[in-house]
């Protein structure tokens, strides 16, 4: 027993102080959190705290039109954004791939949408989409294809396809960047044989590189999904949700809940369910990326 002590403690020790971060950081407030949706708390109420009311936060969710419609226009934007960014991620990728110079420094140019701060872009986009001084605006009225300013941010349509533009200007290089390291780790000899028995390239890149980057895309569906599920910056600097909650998304409509109308035991309930979507498009992209490597693997 001493020696077993002796030589599991040292190890044990040094990742103490890990484990006491890691519980600070997201063991407790997670619980935390997992509490107060079952009560009625209130921020500016501290003993609402202690206010159990059971399910009643997660019952009123079912009949909030607010959260549904968060709910359904998350799950609209996370579909149009993953699949926009995908497309042209790839087109990117196959395109760089067949660049032979300067394609580190191009890659490196690729790199930087997505090395600024999902709130400077939300800042850059807002004033390119603004109505009287934006580049957008600028650029219609002096090609003389109209004289009338266009109310980006203020339409709900044209508000959620300014937000849209600025997430996939921003996240398109991951897509880029992991389906180009793709294309770069593929062998080129089954390529070369396609070619050599008459396929063309639309049936080289359809039966042959696209099943090879399948994984590729997965993972990168996998992480998108879970970046674009809790968008929250660009929103809120761009539109606030607004015009009349036509752009709010889920993590706007929780911030909003919980620190605007101050019912954070609520807001705690909503995020609970929320995540529920989160794990369903990791899920079903792990899934898939499954199914591809094991097909892959029958293949090679």
Partial sequence: MQSFTRRFSPPFLLLLPAFVIIAAVILIPLVFSLYTSFTNYRLVQPASLWQWVGLRNYQRIFSDIDFWWAFGRTVVFLTIALNLELVLGLGIALLIDRITTGQRVIRTIMMFPMMFSPILVG?????????????????IQSLGWSNVTIPWLVNGWTANFAILTAEVWMSTPVFAILL???????????????????????????????????????????????????????????????????????????????Y?????????????????????????????????????GSMA
């Fill in 180 to 258: 180009l390291a793709g294309l770069m780790a593929m062998p080129r000899d089954p390529i070369e044989a396609a070619k050599v028995d008459g396929c063309n390239s639309w049936q080289v890149f359809r039966h042959i590189t696209l099943p090879f980057l399948l994984p590729f895309i997965y993972i990168a569906m996998a992480i998108r999904s879970l970046d674009v599920a809790r968008a929250y910056d660009m929103v809120k600097i761009m539109t606030n949700g607004g015009p009349a909650g036509r752009t709010e998304l889920l993590w706007t409509l929780l911030a909003r809940v919980g």
């Fill in 260 to 296: 605007q109308d101050a019912r954070m035991g609520m807001a705690n309930a909503m995020s609970y369910v929320s995540i529920l979507l989160s794990i369903y498009f990791t899920y079903y992209f792990f899934r898939k990326l499954a199914t591809a490597r094991a097909s892959l």
């Fill in 123 to 139: 800042f850059q986009f807002k004033y390119i989409f603004n109505d009287n001084v934006g580049l957008i605006n600028n650029a």
